[in-house]
Structure formats: C-alpha cells, structure tokens
C-alpha cells in the first residue's frame, strides 16, 4: 500500500531531551516536506526536501533539524525541545519537486508534548 | 496579511443544503490551488485541485478567480459525512513546490 508513515504517533516529553521523529514514504517520492499545525494557524512547513541530500528552511525551522540520506526517510530531530514545540506534527512526500497539480500526500502526524 | 486566509467558520447547515467556502491568496504569481479535507485529529487529504476554468467532481464544484485572487468551493446536498474542515492550499512560489495553507474552514453538516 502506497504512504507515508511517522513514527512515534504520539510523545510526551521533557525540555531538553532530544528526540526524533521518524518519516518514511514508499512511493519513490522526490519531495519531502514537515509541517506543524497549531490551532488557527494552519499547517507551517518546518523543511522540506527536494532530494537526496538536499534539505532546506521552511516558515518555522528554528528548533529542529532534519536530514534527507536516503530518498524514502525524512527524519525531523528537535535537539531540545521546548515547551513551544507542543504540536501536531505531519510529515508529506510528492512525486515532484516542481511546481504544478502534485498532490502531497500525508503522514497520519505526531502529537508531541512537551513538558 | 495572512499569505491564504479563509473563514475559520463553523459552518453549520442541515442535510442536504448547499454550502459554499471562500479563500484568498497574497501573491499574484501563485500557480496552482487545491481544496483539501482533515477530519478531526487526521491527516489532510487532497480533495480537489482548481484549475483556471473551474471544475467539478460530483458534488463539489471549485472555482479559481485570478483577478480577485481567491478561490472557492461549493458542497451541494450535503451529507453528514461531509463534516470536516477544508484546507485551502496554495502553491505560494512560481519556482518550486510551496505549499501553503489557510488555517481552514470548519463544516459541521446536521441530520
């Protein structure tokens, strides 16, 4: 089955322990992207990919690093979270990079706490 | 100015009626614009793109003005599994792939 796949779906963590997200998508997908959503704002891209070993700033990058080795995972790390990182989170993939009608597809998120 | 801003809602219309949502977008260049849906706690799913002439999937019909730069989509006969919120998404930058989304507008449809 075509998707996209996160892990964990749910964490509550404390300041400063650093964690991982994990993103994994099957359908061979050259662009990856991460979002949060908080209530009102809508989804706000943190980075995106748009290949192997090309990664770049989104809205909101301050607080978290990713890395783009392989062309399926898209890992998202906070180094320290903190408590304003509280978020849904969702990792997407879309076959293409360019612009035009490329449908992303979606994660099914991370709800993170952090305490 | 929000780069896509829609009206958070909540809608809220019985069965059957017929319910319409609208959207507007900052930057001219914006090449393509799509509705999408997130049911509660869910990831977003592509509902619809727009395209310049309009177009329309069974029930839903989605419309793009580029003059007024907004974009709209009209539910007819609404059925209780049509409660959702719908995401307006605009390719933001005429050189790549930049999503950008409204904050959404909330449909509760009622027996």
């Known amino acids: 089955e075509a998707q996209v796949t996160q892990n964990p779906r749910y964490l509550i963590t404390v300041t400063g322990k650093k964690l991982t997200v994990t993103c994994s998508q099957n359908?061979?997908?050259?662009?990856m992207s991460w979002y949060r959503q908080d209530p009102g704002l809508g989804l706000r891209q943190i980075y995106y990919?748009?290949?192997?070993?090309?990664?770049d700033k989104g809205d909101v990058p301050e607080g978290y690093k990713v890395s783009r080795k392989e062309k399926r995972n898209f890992p998202l790390i906070l180094e320290s979270p903190s408590p304003n990182q509280t978020s849904l989170y969702f990792c997407?993939?879309?076959?293409?990079?360019?612009?035009?009608?490329?449908?992303?597809?979606f994660g099914p998120g991370t709800r993170l706490t952090v305490l | 100015r929000k780069e896509v801003e829609q009206d958070p809602g909540p809608f809220n219309v019985p069965e059957g009626a017929t319910v319409a949502f609208n959207c507007t977008y900052s930057?001219?260049?914006?090449?393509?614009f799509f509705w999408y849906r997130q049911d509660c706690r869910k990831e977003p799913k592509l509902l619809m793109s727009?395209?310049?002439s309009g177009n329309e999937d069974g029930r839903f019909t989605a419309q793009l003005n580029r003059a007024s730069q907004y974009i709209s989509l009209l539910i007819r006969d609404s059925k209780l599994s049509d409660s959702a919120t719908y995401l307006c998404?605009?390719?933001?930058?005429?050189?790549?792939?930049?999503?950008?989304f409204g904050a959404g507008t909330r449909l509760t449809v009622k027996p």
């Open positions: 997407a993939s879309s076959l293409y990079s360019w612009p035009g009608y490329n449908e992303q597809f």
């Open positions: 359908m061979n997908h050259e662009y």
């Open positions: 990919s748009m290949n192997v070993e090309v990664t």
């Open positions: 930057n001219s260049a914006s090449q393509s």
């Open positions: 727009v395209y310049s």
């Open positions: 998404v605009v390719n933001h930058d005429a050189g790549m792939n930049d999503m950008r």
